[in-house]
């Protein structure tokens, strides 16, 4: 067995005891430390985890030259300071979603890491949970055929975040969800965002984002901290089989419905007065995979350790993590145009020869 | 009691037969006529009601004095010419939704039947169910408070129309029941439009309307050909509690959650420290009102036929037919300009004076 | 193509115009004449399906040579004398369920049509739907495995009967269900009956049936008048599969759970403490069968006139009904004692050779 | 404030590190030791809790002046001596479900506790859900008026036990919710029960039991190992209202419903020809509570505090526990005689005066 990674954990808020927990489960890494500006709450995550050593300073942290990788759970505006940092000494970073808060600091990371060589992963836990990673199998294997829309709804009565609206509160999700299952992934030239702020908080608390795919597929995410009831399903049709992911059904949260409408040469047959005969319909059985369970966090740990050992990009990357950015980015580029489409701008660097 | 209404029933398609049973039912009306180009589709019509005469001239039914009104359940793009002849003859009009296939010729009806001094119904079924009637109420009487979105979702596995897309054939419904619901009905100023053709029929199968309401509010609909699961269901958010209406679960339509935001002193506070100490939770009872089962088809005829006596609008009338119409006309706008917003355009003719 | 057979629908009452519109839609039979003691309501029911002869009269009924077959849907006390009456005169007959209000009656019947070489078959509607035919189906291919036991429930706001209670009204269908898709039927040796009249209408409102089946396995039944909430689901284990039918749920009648208790080498090890080790979970996909739209009466009408036709018993016939009659009865001792187990008394009399 | 009491808690299997967790969270308590006879087990609890004396000696810790109560959580069988030994010793006891292996060994330990003047708490973790206080309060104060029938449904794919039948692990949570709800208890004469082993494990997975309450009124509850699907719903009907319990769903779990079956004068009328129209239906609305989010065995750690400061029963007291295990020990009886109702026997010792 190789040596254990060390990693320090960057921010014990909300997220970083999970993070903590993980890496302090797996055996292939070594949580060094945890790191916060609030030393007494980052003790809090120490506790909890069994002894380990706390400091409120970042600096010392990227002084150490044993630490191999830090993982940021800050806030967003501060993603991309740290990870420039960090970078520059050396370290290997995976970064909460989104990865910042501005797409080109976004550009600015992925392409310093790719100077350096060195590992930017993006945490889009999601990724990893056995209904998703059987999700992007099952598309990859064709049992979808074509993809047709993405219909995804992420709604529950959810705290009103001091910072950020609810696009970027959880739409972040859907969209790295739907990056990693689709064949092309997040390939779209444009996005129409829709929000309402009827409680005058100052941010939009209702949201829905429409984006085209290729070949006239469309995706469409609605967000929304106002519901009552939650809600988090996400509908993947295709010319095949059409999946619908139920992910608070725990008794069947994948279902593939091989029902659909079959469409006869129509491309002939558009102008023809028999063209209502060539659409049929297929109702066929519904199938609900088997899914192991098991913690998404320790698999993204898992593959954090793997890329940075096989020096190879992490399955969900910087560019994963930019490409959500690019989506968010143009989401509020087209609010403040009062809905009208924008563009989706996604410079990313090329990558240089190893 | 007064004497029966006699009304003619033109179209006896998917609908006709459906009016034709309700007339038949009635102690208002009297079943007079079953018109249709194809005299066969009528006799069967007839038939299915029990021995109604029939004929496939509309001048015919027209040209007869004794006529009242009459009920048009033909495709779209007739209700424009088939309306005005009646009108133009005297009779009192209801038209299956929508109301036209263009604005300016619903415009032309709205005007004609008011010049006459006749009514111009829109065969808005949902409005008259009991669930819709319920949720106007509980509005009505503040139940809800102030209404902060309205989202709705009206998928499954639908025939692909030959002549009319996703939004024409789905929404008149969703808008329908909003216009009727809402206190200020379909209050918008631009309708965005987002679909996709991904089996290139050459129209929309998968559609989006965001529309925005007074005050910050939002509306939403999602109409879907290619769903394999079915869903109807309209979440009306407010600010002291939020109704959710599922019409497919008949033990449950109607659920008003006592549950939402508090937001106490926004304005005051909102670039303060303390602001989140102002945000919190209502986490109450829920509530599912009883319903009747009635048929709401019974309920539009009754309608009519008091509209008709006592001289004045349906609760449904052209105005609100006119209201539906516009928002499809500003979403064929949008959708042609890319999902750009497109502004409502609703001329409602000035009601001349008694 | 053979001519029709003529058939004669005794009793107008509850299920009378279901029969009498199945049979007139049928293409193997001609609907002769509706039968009621209350002429009027003979009237109704004849008007509903489109001028058939009425009449009051069973001696009439049974004097014409024409009619071939009877249908008798009248309360369960009169079968025994109209089926005798029929069967004397030469008929076939199908029978409402139950086959008869008291078990020697049901033999008496079954006796007489195996004597005169007549088709006596059970109208076990249920057994004729397409989810009931699949399950029989899959359970005869084996997919299920041996059947470890049988679970149903059909619950609701329920009229209360005034001449049956909750055991003799609802559970014939379970009953009768259970009968049709075990392999050896409805083979067990005695039967529990709990019940309750917590209102004190004089009869069980509330009731309970427990049966051991061959190999150790087990069927219940929970029927009830009183539930607020409406379920009809029945669950059917077995070594292989599971299989879960919820037929009030259109999208997705019946799950077929790959799940369970795998128990490697019981036998040998029941007695070794490594026993533990031997189960093991199989938690495997879950998969929903397609099945068509058709009503089930169609197929019932279909089968009477094919076992007539082709001179053999119905797949539900007299004995069937016989079996489930037997229960019933065996349910009515064990109450009468108590709820002490009741055995079983079948006594099927030997079909005679042709 | 009082000084802390002192428990020690015994067994550390399955359930033994959640009373760990919650003594040690109690401001009530001072989590003294773990005692196991497998130390490491014992140790392994004590760093999950952080720090917490171990031992493998009972005897030690019943010695020791300082412990004030034990908590129980060991297999059933061990559950009388140990209690035996607790109270002589002047401990007082939380003994988990169910209270003994034997019904006289119950009493046994009821009697002593008694003798002594002890707390002997039955912990009925159910009891103290938000879901269950919140029956229980309802049912109180007359929401439901009197009680029709309960049923009890808790099905899934469970781990066959080595020692027990699927009575004696799962029922018990049924039985101790049922004697809490109900004003008067488990008051019931005598049980049937019902049970299945298919898979020849030589102990009944599947069972049901059947038993009369008061007033015409009945109980039922339906255990199974073998079910693919998790079900976890209790059923109470009322004369007024009748409530559904389903654990399983966190945004409704109780939902009161203001529907029934209203019987006018049924004691007049039962023999009369109108007696129909003496019954009708209350189809009115649904209600569904908000219920905090608690954990249950928070509370069960209070009342036990509680019970031993304020010299009185527990609210689930011992008698509690022996209530439950005589309808085991009734359904046992019952078992061996093939499903015959058993009396239930309770000797319940007479509490000596203080």
């Known amino acids: 067995m190789t040596e254990r990674l060390n990693v320090a954990v960057i921010g014990a808020g909300y ?25 007494e709450r980052a003790q809090g995550v ?4 069994g002894g380990v050593p706390v400091t409120s300073s970042l600096d010392e942290v990227l002084a150490d030259p044993s630490i191999d990788a830090i993982a940021i759970a800050t806030p967003a505006r501060t993603h991309h300071p740290i990870t420039l940092a960090a970078l520059e000494a050396g370290k290997h970073v995976m970064v ?14 992925v392409a310093r890491a790719d100077e350096q060589g060195l590992v930017l992963m993006a945490d889009h836990t999601y990724c990893y949970t056995p209904a998703v990673l059987k999700i992007r199998e099952l598309i990859a294997e064709g049992a979808l055929g074509d993809i047709l829309f993405v ?14 609206d609810v696009f970027w509160d959880l739409a972040p999700h859907d969209l790295s969800i739907i990056d990693f299952v689709l064949p092309d992934g997040l390939d779209t030239t444009s996005v ?9 908080t100052g941010k939009a608390c209702v949201g829905y984002l429409a984006m085209p795919l290729a070949g006239g597929a469309m995706a469409h995410i609605h967000v929304n901290w106002l519901s009552p009831t939650k809600i988090r399903q996400m509908v993947i049709g295709g010319t095949k089989r059409t999946l619908v992911w139920d992910d608070l059904n725990p008794q069947q949260r994948i279902s593939v419905y091989d029902r659909g409408v079959d469409l006869a040469s129509v491309t002939k047959s558009a102008s023809t007065v028999s063209r209502d005969a060539n659409i049929s319909y297929r109702l066929g059985d519904t199938w609900s995979p088997a899914l192991p369970e098991r913690e998404a966090l320790g698999n993204v740990v898992s593959e954090f350790a793997a890329a940075i050992r096989e020096q190879r990009p992490a399955r969900t990357d910087g560019e994963a993590g930019l490409r959500v950015l690019s ?6 580029r087209s609010l403040a145009a009062g809905g009208a489409p924008a563009p989706m701008i996604l410079d990313i660097p090329v990558r240089s020869a190893a």
Not at 96 to 108: N, S, T, V
Not at 327 to 332: E, N, P, S
């Open 327 to 332: 989506v968010l980015d143009a989401a509020r």
């Open 192 to 200: 129409s965002a829709h929000g309402a702020d009827p409680l005058r």
């Open 15 to 39: 997220w970083g005891p999970n993070l903590a927990r993980n890496f302090r489960a797996s055996a292939e890494w070594n949580l060094a430390t945890i790191c916060d500006l609030d030393i």
């Open 46 to 49: 120490a506790d909890g985890v």
């Open 151 to 164: 219909d995804s709804v992420r709604i529950n009565l959810g705290l009103i975040q001091p910072d950020v």
């Open 96 to 109: 909460e979603k989104p990865l910042a808060d501005e797409r080109h600091r976004g550009e600015d990371m």
